[in-house]
């Protein structure tokens, strides 16, 4: 194995930079380059130890710096890992690396520390890919999420339904290698039931990507209502910022604009719309087909009124928010069967309390992360591929076809599982993993 190195903060000037060398000549490599003040051997150092020094370039100091060393098997990678903090900034920074490398110490391309992590065992490929989504977490409830993740419940979890398999396929095994023993024969109805138990449980997993998608990406939410009830307004209020124009003349928000905002600790993916009504402009009509689309995909609608409805679009009550705006201006009767709030987005009056509404929604929806979860379309469609191999051996059994069928199907599932947690995948499927990666970690 290389030795790597990497710059492991982001580029850019700030306080302090680290520059991580990892691998079995990293250590070695280090004590070149780095001189501690004390004047200790660097090489002697333990793990988990700090030495303050300088860094040479050509023999002249570049820059002072502390050095960190960890020993494997205890280092984020698992093999013997230098950590130089040095000053931050881009270009000091690059001069640091560029001394770093060497014959024997090479550029690391992007995931290549998490990569040596999953390939040393020190991470599952499901926590790697937490470690990705740690990253990229936008808000508190992300984060948390990708923490859970991060920790192994979800590869627990998939740990638990493949040893079920397993335990399943050594039955059939055993029955089948041992006809003429004196075993209790398989039972077919104890076999099936296991077996639904099995199908129910994937399911419940997969279902997670779904509510999981909230954590991810935040709640969709669209803004529908006639023109100039102040969804434009309010928008911005909710925004806390102008991004929508806000105009007295009807139809002017012609599209669907976007934003990410923070309410609490959900992120609201809002898009404001032209609103679901007829019309003839053919530049509003686009907008009003577009609006349709976001209603469609939307996990909740805020639907404003300035006045009691003549009719309302058709809305699912579950997933609405009736917005009853202008409370300075008009007293609007709640509608039946929908969960109302006033609100006078000029000033500003029940927006707050539409926030925690809000909030309380997306708790409602998102999974519990600390159960595990399905984060990404690689884990999906392994977990899919799965759930359809015990279908089909749940449907050989009923159809009364030999247990063979049944093994077949079986042993297909437990691929899909271990490929899901990472315990048996192909050199490709890893490297399309970390390639997704920064570099550096
Ligand atoms: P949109 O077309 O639904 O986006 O509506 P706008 O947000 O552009 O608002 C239309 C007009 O209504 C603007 O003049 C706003 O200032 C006004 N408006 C918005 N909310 C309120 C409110 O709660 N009370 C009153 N009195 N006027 C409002």
């Not at 191999?389 to 093994?407: F, K």
Request: glycine share 8%.
């Amino acid at each position: 194995m290389d030795t790597v190195a990497a710059i492991a903060t982001p580029p850019g000037t700030g306080g302090l930079s680290v520059i991580r060398i990892s691998g079995p000549d990293a250590i070695r490599r280090a004590a070149e380059i780095f001189r501690p003040a004390s004047g200790r051997d660097v090489c002697t150092m333990s793990g988990y130890t700090c030495a303050y020094g300088h860094i040479l370039r050509d023999g002249e100091i570049l820059d002072d710096c502390v050095l960190t060393v960890f020993r494997a098997p205890h280092s984020y990678t698992g093999e013997d890992t230098a950590e130089l903090s040095c000053h931050g900034g881009r270009y000091l920074t690059e001069q640091v690396l560029r001394v770093v490398l060497c014959d024997t110490v090479v550029p690391a391309p992007p995931g290549e520390f998490t990569k040596r992590a999953f390939l040393n065992g020190k991470l599952s490929l499901t926590q790697a890919e937490a470690v990705q989504d740690l990253i990229a977490a936008q808000g508190e409830a992300s984060l948390r999420c990708a923490r859970d993740l991060r920790e192994g419940a979800t590869f627990r979890r998939i740990r638990a339904l493949s040893d079920t398999l397993l335990t399943v396929l050594s039955d059939l095994a055993v029955w089948a290698d041992y006809p003429d023993e004196d075993i209790p024969g398989v039972d077919g109805g104890a076999l099936g039931r296991r077996l639904e138990a099995l199908t129910q449980e994937m399911q419940a997993l997969l279902a997670t990507y779904d509510s999981g998608r909230i954590l991810r990406e935040g709640l969709r939410c669209t803004v529908v209502g006639r023109p100039n009830v102040g969804k434009s307004t309010l928008f911005n209020v909710l925004a806390g910022s102008d991004r929508s124009i806000v105009t007295d003349i009807a139809g002017t928000t012609r599209d669907v604009i976007e934003e990410q905002i923070r309410v609490g600790s959900v992120t609201l993916t809002l898009s404001d719309t032209a609103g679901v009504r007829e019309t003839q402009d053919p530049v509003e009509r686009l907008g009003v087909e577009r609006s349709r689309k976001a209603l469609q995909k939307a996990d909740l609608v805020l639907c404003v009124l300035d006045a009691p409805p003549a009719s309302l679009p058709d809305l699912d009550p579950s997933r609405t928010i009736v917005v009853l705006n202008k409370s300075d201006h008009v007293h609007i009767p709640e509608i039946p069967g929908f969960r109302c709030i006033r609100t006078c987005a000029a000033t500003g009056e029940g927006c707050d309390a539409l926030a925690n509404l809000i909030e309380d929604f997306a708790a409602r929806l998102a999974p519990a992360s600390d159960e595990g979860m399905i984060a990404n379309e690689r884990q999906r469609e392994c977990l899919v591929r799965a759930l359809d191999a015990v279908r089909e051996g749940a449907d050989a059994l009923a159809l009364g076809l030999a247990y063979d069928a049944v093994t077949v199907s079986l042993d297909g599932a437990c691929q899909a599982l271990l490929e899901l947690s990472g315990e048996r995948v192909t050199d490709r499927v890893v490297d399309t993993v970390f390639s997704r990666f920064c570099v550096g970690k």
